[in-house]
């Protein structure tokens, strides 16, 4: 079973993301709880914030400077 892990801020969404990126990763959305999300299709993990919390803690802004480092040439193209 998907192992859903809650996260309350953009930076740390991007660093609890970012590892993944290489394996595959997939959009996770859950619309009814206005949860954004990640999933790794290889770890079988779920990461998850909720856009006030995203919103709320630098916005993309903060998300795009954390994520940088994780992504090589291959990782571009799974960004959500
Ligand atoms: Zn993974």
Redesign the pocket.
């Known amino acids: 079973m998907t192992q859903s892990i809650r996260i309350h801020s953009a930076k740390e969404y991007a660093e609890a993301v970012g590892?993944?990126l290489a394996?595959g990763t997939e959009r996770a959305d859950d619309i009814p709880k206005r949860l954004l999300g990640v999933a790794?299709t290889?770890?079988d993990?779920r990461f998850q914030i909720s856009i006030p919390e995203f919103k709320g803690t630098g916005d993309l802004d903060a998300y795009q400077a954390a994520i940088e480092p994780f992504k090589g040439a291959e990782g571009k193209k799974s960004e959500a």
Do not use: A, I, L, N
Request: net charge positive.
């Open positions: 590892p993944h394996h790794c290889s770890c993990k």
